[in-house]
């Protein structure tokens, strides 16, 4: 995967870890699933930078390079949505494709909602079962996992 590289950004005061591969005027962004990484769509970029995009994928808040906030039990899809924003702001992309699947592709849809002219097109894969109706969006994230893990990172 040496064709692919990586850089941290500051967003949303979180350093992010983002990886990257093309140079086409357009982009592709990756959103990943739980518990995954960016590693996740490594053969997905690779083949979408091949066919002349720019392909991006990162680590969301507290995923693996990327930093945990300091009170991620507080954090929601806003904050990926945000996040998302903000990358995009940072590279200055206008528009991007959206790829994401399982819990990508949450912000995904919410990023399309909220700012629908950043937004050249979705593509949603693996979307968790979700009841109708008003909810709050934390409910979809495992809390145990995400509480160990915010544990373990701070012992280390």
Do not use: C
Request: hydrophobic letters at 45%; aromatic letters at 12%; glycine letters at 10%.
């Amino acid at each position: 995967m040496e064709e692919i590289k990586h850089s941290h950004v500051e967003v949303n005061g979180l350093k992010l870890h983002v990886a990257e591969i093309g140079t086409g005027p357009m982009v592709v962004l990756f959103l990943h699933g739980f518990p995954q990484i960016w590693y996740t769509w490594r053969y997905q970029m690779i083949a979408v930078a091949k066919a002349g995009y720019r392909a991006v994928a990162y680590d969301f808040r507290g995923y693996g390079f990327s930093e945990i906030p300091a009170e991620p039990e507080k954090g929601g899809f806003i904050d990926l949505v945000e996040d998302t924003i903000s990358l995009l702001d940072t590279f200055g992309i206008s528009k991007a494709f959206l790829v994401g699947t399982d819990l990508g592709s949450f912000p995904a849809y919410m990023i399309a909602v909220l700012y629908p002219e950043r937004v050249a097109g979705i593509v949603s894969l693996g979307v968790p079962f979700k009841l109708p109706g008003p909810s709050d969006a934390r409910d979809l994230m495992p809390r145990r996992f995400l509480l160990q893990k915010v544990a373990g990172a701070r012992q280390s």
